[in-house]
């Protein structure tokens, strides 16, 4: 039976993918660089430099290392100014109990999410003290899909891969998680998230008493 269950956030827990993707869609019309549902589902997951090569892929030109920082920098600055207004009212719908039940259950709870903007975000929502472990972003050298973010919420709450389950939205996060070596829930719709191990539309359907995943990846 798993010990812990390691959440993602952002499309998790709460809505900001929409915020996210609004801040990126600002920057591409900015820089008249192409922006569609796909390159918005690719970022999900993907840290803030990786988002910004995605739109830059077909942007009508090259850009310097300095100037990807600015771009960046700018990208950011509007997400801050968003999130800036949120408040409890934008978790999504059974967020709040899905983390409470895993304490309740007995479980250690920790959250992994990309965003160097995370623990602001659960400030302003008001779930900070609901976990064990938060990893900071900022100390992943590797986005997902890479495992590091996973690994380190595991170490962090001192317990194995093999002991966590980790739930995400995004593919780039499935496949995060099952490198790690650990079962993954999915949140969402089946196109983006075929690997999961096991699949619910959203995270209101999240009930720690059923989730029975005996194999891992
Ligand atoms: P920031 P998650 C990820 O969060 C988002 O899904 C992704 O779209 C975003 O680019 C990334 O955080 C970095 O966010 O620019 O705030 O550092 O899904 O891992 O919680
Ligand atoms: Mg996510």
């Not at 993602?8 to 709460?14: H, I, K, Q």
């Not at 900001?16 to 549902?37: C, G, K, N």
């Not at 059974?94 to 975000?121: C, H, I, M």
Request: aromatic share 4%.
């Amino acid at each position: 039976a798993p010990r812990a269950v390691i959440f993602d956030l952002d499309g998790v827990l709460a809505d900001t993918a929409v915020l996210h993707r609004a801040a990126w869609q600002q920057l591409a019309a900015e820089i008249d660089a192409p922006f569609d549902e796909a390159i918005a589902e690719r970022m999900k997951g993907v840290d803030r430099m990786g988002s910004l090569e995605i739109l830059l892929e077909r942007a009508p030109r090259r850009y310097s290392d300095e100037e990807k920082a600015g771009l960046a920098a700018r990208k950011n600055a509007r997400y801050v100014e968003l999130i800036d207004r949120l408040d409890p009212r934008h978790l999504l719908p059974g967020a709040r109990a899905a983390v409470e039940s895993v304490r309740d259950a007995g479980l250690k709870t920790a959250l992994a999410s990309a965003s160097r903007n995370a623990p602001q975000l659960l400030e302003r929502l008001g779930i900070a003290g609901l976990f064990d472990y938060v990893v900071d972003a900022g100390r992943i050298a590797r986005s997902k899909p890479d495992p590091e973010i996973f690994l380190a919420a595991a170490a962090g709450l001192g317990l194995a891969p093999t002991d966590c389950l980790g739930v995400e939205d995004a593919a780039a996060g499935i496949a995060s998680i099952h490198a790690a070596g650990m079962a993954a829930i999915g949140i969402g719709q089946a196109e983006a998230l075929a690997e999961a191990d096991v699949l619910l539309s959203n995270i209101a359907a999240f009930d720690i008493g059923r989730i029975t995943t005996t194999s891992g990846p």
